[in-house]
C-alpha cells in the first residue's frame, strides 16, 4: 500500500513538471508569435507608407507635367510652388478626409530646384557663394573643389584632396575643412547654406523664384541690392496687392514683361534689364520630397526625388527621374 502510494506520488510529481515544462514552452511559443505578428505588421505599415511616398512622386510628377502645359513660366504661386510651405496630403481611402487620423496618407512637397545656386555652373564665383553663406570666407574652398586641378591647389598645398570634378549631391562639401569649421561653429548657418545650392541645375537660376541670397549673389555690383530686395518682396504682387491680379512683378513670356517690371519697381529699363539678364523664367530641375504615413502601426516612410520636367533624354519628353533617395 505504502508503495503503491509512493508511485503515484512520483507520478504527480512527474506530471507537474511535465505541465510546468509544457506551460513554459507554450508561453515562449505565443511570445514568439506575438512579436511575430508585430513584426509582421510593422513590415507590412512599412511596406504600405514605401508605397505611398512613391506614389506621391508620381502625383507630384503629373501635376508638374499638367503645370507646364498651362503656363510658359514658374513663380511662388504656381500650385506646386505653394506646397513647399504646406505640403498638400492625399489620403489613402477615398472619401477620407485629413480629418481622419486612422487613415494612411501621403504628405507632398515641390521644391524649385532652380531658386537655388547652380553649384556646378561655370559662372559662379568664390564671392558668390561667400555672399549665399552670409559673409562666411569658404567661397573659395568650394571652387578649389570643384575646379580642374592646378599647381596651386597640388598637394600639399591643400590639407585634403579636392574632387576637382562637379558635385553630384551638397553633401560631398562636407568634406572640406572650411565648411566642416562652419559646420561646427554655426550649424544653422551652415545647414541654410547647403540649402541654397544645387548640383542638379547647370542654371540658369528662376528669377521669379530665386531666394534673396541667391539672386543679391547673383546680381552684385550690376543691379543695387535694394532693387533686388524690392523685386523679392512684390514678385507675384501688383497694384492690388494680390497675386493672380494679371499686374504681377514677374518676368513672364509678354514682350510688355520687362516694362511691366519697371513701373513696377519704380525703376528704369536698364535696370530692370540687368536684373533679369542671364536669369530665366521657367524651373525644369524640381525636388519630390513626398513622406508615406501609417497610423497604426505608427510608420513614416520618405523619398526625395530630383525631377527634371523637360525629360532625361532623346524622345523622353515628360518629367523624369535624374535622382533619388529614400
Known amino acids: 500500500m505504502g508503495m503503491t502510494d509512493g508511485r503515484r506520488g512520483s507520478l504527480l510529481v512527474i506530471t507537474l513538471w511535465v505541465m510546468t515544462i509544457l506551460t513554459v514552452f507554450a508561453v515562449a511559443i505565443a511570445r514568439y508569435l506575438s512579436v511575430e505578428i508585430r513584426v509582421t505588421k510593422y513590415r507590412v505599415a512599412r511596406e504600405q507608407a514605401r508605397a505611398l511616398a512613391h506614389g506621391g512622386v508620381l502625383i507630384a510628377m503629373q501635376r508638374l507635367s499638367t503645370d507646364a502645359a498651362q503656363e510658359p513660366y514658374d ?7 505653394l506646397t513647399a510651405s504646406e505640403p498638400w496630403r492625399i489620403m489613402a481611402r477615398a472619401g ?15 521644391i524649385d530646384e532652380e531658386r537655388k ?18 559673409g562666411a570666407p569658404v ?7 570643384l575646379d580642374a586641378a592646378d599647381t596651386a591647389e597640388d598637394q600639399p598645398a591643400l590639407p585634403y584632396y579636392p574632387k576637382n570634378a562637379a558635385v553630384q549631391a551638397v553633401e560631398e ?12 561653429t554655426d550649424p544653422a548657418s551652415f545647414i541654410a547654406f547647403l540649402n541654397q545650392l544645387s ?25 543695387p541690392s535694394g532693387i533686388v530686395q524690392s523685386f ?15 499686374d504681377d512683378c514677374l518676368l513672364t513670356d509678354q514682350p510688355s514683361s520687362l516694362a511691366d517690371l519697371a513701373v513696377c519697381l519704380g525703376t528704369d529699363a536698364p535696370t530692370v534689364q540687368n536684373l533679369v539678364e542671364t536669369l530665366g523664367s521657367q524651373s525644369s530641375v524640381l525636388t519630390v520630397t513626398a513622406e508615406g504615413v501609417v497610423p497604426q502601426p505608427p510608420v513614416r516612410y520618405r523619398v526625395e526625388a530630383v525631377v527634371r520636367r523637360t525629360g532625361c533624354g532623346a524622345g523622353v519628353t515628360g518629367p523624369c527621374i535624374v535622382a533619388w533617395r529614400e
Not at 233 to 245: D, H, I, M, Q, T
Open 75 to 81: 513663380w511662388l504661386e504656381d500650385d506646386w510652388a
Open 173 to 184: 562639401l562636407r568634406e572640406i575643412p572650411a565648411l566642416q569649421d562652419l559646420a561646427r
Open 199 to 223: 548640383p542638379y541645375t547647370p542654371g540658369p537660376a528662376n528669377v521669379n523664384t530665386a531666394s534673396t541670397e541667391v539672386l543679391v549673389a547673383l546680381k552684385a555690383g550690376t543691379v
Open 117 to 134: 545656386l547652380a553649384l556646378n555652373a561655370s559662372g559662379v564665383t568664390a564671392a558668390m557663394l561667400d555672399q549665399v553663406a552670409g
Open 96 to 110: 477620407a478626409s485629413a480629418a481622419d487620423d486612422d487613415v494612411p496618407w501621403v504628405d507632398i512637397a515641390i
Open 232 to 246: 523679392v518682396e512684390l514678385r507675384g504682387l501688383g497694384a492690388a496687392n494680390e497675386p493672380g491680379g494679371g
Open 139 to 145: 567661397g573659395q574652398a568650394i571652387i578649389d573643389y
